[in-house]
Each structure stands twice: as C-alpha cells, then as structure tokens.
C-alpha cells in the first residue's frame, strides 16, 4: 500500500475554472463520467441514462442556514459569526472572526437587533469554536438578519440567487453552512425522469460544516483530524439499502457527505450522532457502490476520499482531463460519476 503524503493530491487549477455562479439551469451543468477507464463528457440531464432501474439514489436532505452574522462588540469593533451548529436553549456554535476576542459573558450587539453573549469555547475549553446565547431562536434569527455562508473561494457577496441556488430542490432539515454541492445540479425534470427508469430514492441527513473546506496542513495525512458533523440515517433508508442490496441494486451515493453519512453508519453500526470519519486510500467501503460528485480542492480531505472510492491514479487523471476541457470547478461547478475501484479495476 502506497505512503501517501498531502502533496499527492494538489494539483494546477487555472483561476478561472472555479465557477463563481452556478450554472443557468442546474440540469445545464456537464457530467464528467469517470466509471470508464477513459473519460467521457456529459451533461448532468445525461444521468438517469447511466443509471439502471432498482438503483438507489442516496441524497443529503440537510437545509443550508444563512448561518453568516456580522455585529460588534461594545467597544465598537467589528466581527462576523458563522454558526456552525444549534444547541438547545438557543445557543450556538461558532466560528468567530474579530481583531480581539472578547471575554466571556460579552453581549455582542448584532445587526437586526438581536444580542449573541459569549459562554464560552466548544468543544471543551480549548476548543476553536465559541458558544454563544442568542437572544432568540437562532434558526429564527438567521433566517431574518443572516448571510448566504457561501464558500470562501466565491469572491461576490451572497444575492437572493445564491439564496435559492445554493440550496437543493429537496432540501429539508436545517443545519448546514455548506452545500451538499453535488445534488445542486438535480432538478425536477432529471428526478422525473430517473423515477421513469425505475430508479429509487432515499435520504439521510449531515449537517455539513465550514470544515469541509479547510486544507490539510500536515504532510503526513494519518496525522490530520477532521471536524465534527451531525449525520442521521433514517430507518426507511436503512431498509432501501437493505432492499436494494437484496435485489441487486446499486447504492449510489450523492456527494461525499452522503459517503460520510452511510459508512459511518456502516463502521459504527450507530444510525445517528457525530461523525469525524477520515476516508483515504486504502479505506474499505461498506455500502457505497457509485458517486456523483463535484470537483474538489487540492489537498483536500475529499479529493482523498474521491480517490481512496474510484483509485488514484484514475483521479489524477480524470482531473487532469477536466482541467484540460474546461470544467468548472468547487460548489458551482459541474460534476463527475465514479464507480467505485474495486468494481472498475481502476
């Protein structure tokens, strides 16, 4: 088994290629199919024909917030929140960006009105994260006063259509500060026509992040730890899986959160809670068979997942020829399909 180190999966992106606004139609955007040796271009519309009746579409159902809050602190200055969970008792976890923190027990005075008081650290005292009490529902707030959390790498503010586009069709449960970017691209004529195929659908839940988009600053990749996120899997998907495997069907997963979300589930046998799972090559898969996915940063935690699921070298690539023909990269970008290697040889 190769040592691989976090220098393995850079690679040259042309600044240009990072797609700043997503596609006209989210159907519109291209598909690269990568489940060949060789590649071939699509358009994401192409999808229900690559897949056959009694294979099991895994979607991530969760609801991004306008998780990103902006006040100051009494003494004037400026800071920006980006909530990256809600606990009970209107309080949340934050990321919090400011020139000086402020002490505990700070009430910062938001803007819409609203006061966010300083309790503390998260996870433990030494956490990176901060608790604060909002002073009224936080999912409430957010929707009011709160910002698009749009990814780091998008470099205009967030517009009503960043508000609508970045969101699926069926997103349902709120909790997320990113995207489950690969099931941007589904839209009610696509899910109509795979529903005609015969292909079925199901859904779990992982609240993703703003982790999902830190790089990897060890060279060693065994000695990065990955950030928290809340996943479920429902008991209805658990029996689709069931049932498709009983059948022969293939589960194929949309996005990497929903690979994190089932073999999580499948290594811990546990349904729902937290999940820091690190997938790199040489990882077994348990349940997942396909994968719709976006492009993804270098050095990141999920161009290791994409190529511990479809082979390194097959990876490399596939992104060497996206770059190559001009597909538009991250959260807006466009897509690729991948079978898993041991089912390809790739």
């Known amino acids: 088994m190769r040592n691989f180190t976090v220098g393995d ?63 100051e602190k009494p003494t004037g200055g400026k800071l920006e929140l980006l909530v990256e969970r809600v606990l009970q008792g209107n309080e949340v976890v934050a990321h919090m960006k400011v020139s000086k923190k402020p002490q505990p027990g700070t009430a910062l005075q938001m803007t819409g009105g609203f006061t966010a008081t300083l309790t503390g650290r998260w996870p433990n005292d030494d956490g990176p994260l901060f608790r604060f009490a909002f002073s009224d529902d936080p999912y409430l707030l957010m929707e009011q006063h709160g910002h698009v959390p749009l990814p780091p790498y998008i470099e205009h503010g967030d517009t009503d259509d960043d508000a609508a586009r970045y969101q699926t069709v069926f997103a349902k449960n709120p909790g997320a ?16 026509a795979l529903e005609a195929r015969d292909v079925q659908r199901a859904s779990v839940t992982l609240h993703v992040g703003a982790g999902t988009f830190q790089p990897v600053k060890v060279d060693n990749i065994a000695d990065h730890h990955m950030h928290s996120e809340w996943y479920d899997v429902p008991p209805a998907t658990q029996q689709a899986i ?16 929903t690979v994190r979300t089932l073999e999580s589930w499948a290594a811990t046998g546990e349904a729902r809670g937290d999940t820091s799972i690190f997938i790199t090559p040489g990882f077994q898969f ?61």
């Not at 059948?247 to 194929?252: A, E, L, N, Y």
């Not at 070298?313 to 041991?342: K, N, P, V, W």
Request: net charge neutral; aromatic share 8%; hydrophobic share 45%.
């Open 9 to 71: 999966f850079d690679f040259a992106l042309p600044p240009e290629l990072i797609a700043q606004h997503p596609a006209t139609e989210r159907s519109g955007s291209r598909l690269l199919d990568g489940a060949h040796q060789q590649p071939v271009d699509r358009t994401f519309r192409d999808l229900p024909s690559l897949l056959q009746a009694g294979d099991l579409l895994v979607f991530n159902d969760t609801k991004v917030v306008k998780a990103r809050l902006f006040g």
């Open 286 to 346: 348990r349940v997942v068979d396909r994968l719709i996915t976006n492009f993804h940063l270098p050095r990141s935690t999920l161009m290791m997942l994409v190529s511990a699921f479809a082979g390194y070298d097959h990876i490399m690539s596939l992104y060497r020829h996206a770059i190559e023909a001009r597909y538009r990269f991250f959260s807006y970008g466009d897509a690729m399909l991948l079978d898993r290697t041991d089912l390809t040889g790739a």
């Open 242 to 257: 069931a049932r498709t495997r009983g059948q022969g069907g293939r589960i194929v997963a949309v996005g990497t959160t």
């Open 177 to 192: 500060v990113a995207a489950p970017t690969a099931a941007l691209h589904f839209d009610e004529a696509v899910l109509a």
